[in-house]
């Protein structure tokens, strides 16, 4: 008897370290995002404008090979930027009255250097942020994560009341007449 005590004791820790790690892995942050990031070369263009900056650039989504124009205005985003969200893009900019500027992008890809007439700016992150696609496979997926955590833990339920059944002197073998 005392093997089989041991052996449920195993199964009790081993299913104690399982429970409700199935959902909770699921929504882990960056599970099933692809990353919205530069794209390499990031053909990069930027604008002067009265107020504010406007930079273009193409965008590339690390789960596919879609390449993306994207725009958008510096100032008025640099905090959704800084917290890797998504800037609100600019659809169809009209640049034409605006005086083009000049950046240096940096060797990793992920920054870029504005500079007005010769001038440094500053170096700002180009926009980084999760797809908004891996949230709708989370909440599709999750159903089955509920179930397949609550088998673990209905499995965990029953480890522990065989343990218990055992210690009080349950019958260890055949029948009784």
């Known amino acids: 008897m005392g093997k089989r005590v041991q052996l449920a004791g195993l199964l009790l820790v081993v299913c104690a370290g399982l429970s409700g790690c199935v959902t909770a892995t699921l929504w882990e942050t960056k599970a099933f995002d692809g990353l919205n990031q530069p794209a390499r070369p990031p053909n990069l263009q930027v604008y002067k404008t009265p107020n504010d900056w406007l930079i273009e650039y193409d965008e590339a989504n690390d789960q596919n090979e879609r390449i993306r124009r994207r725009a958008y205005y ?3 985003n640099q905090r959704a930027i800084d917290a890797h969200k998504p800037p609100r893009f600019v659809y169809t900019p009209e ?3 605006f005086a083009v500027g000049q950046a240096l992008i940096s060797t990793n890809g992920q920054q870029f250097t504005l500079y007005d007439g010769g001038a440094d700016i500053g170096t700002y992150e180009f926009p980084i942020y999760p797809a908004p696609s891996g949230r709708v496979k989370q909440v599709l ?7 397949a955590d609550t088998a673990i833990v209905g499995a965990c ?6 343990v218990a059944w055992l210690k009080a ?3 260890t073998g055949g ?3």
């Open 74 to 76: 510096l100032k008025e």
């Open 141 to 147: 997926l999750t159903p089955g994560a509920v179930v």
């Open 95 to 97: 640049t034409g009255s």
């Open 175 to 177: 029948c009784v007449d």
């Open 157 to 162: 339920a029953v480890a522990i009341a065989g």
């Open 169 to 171: 002197g349950a019958p």
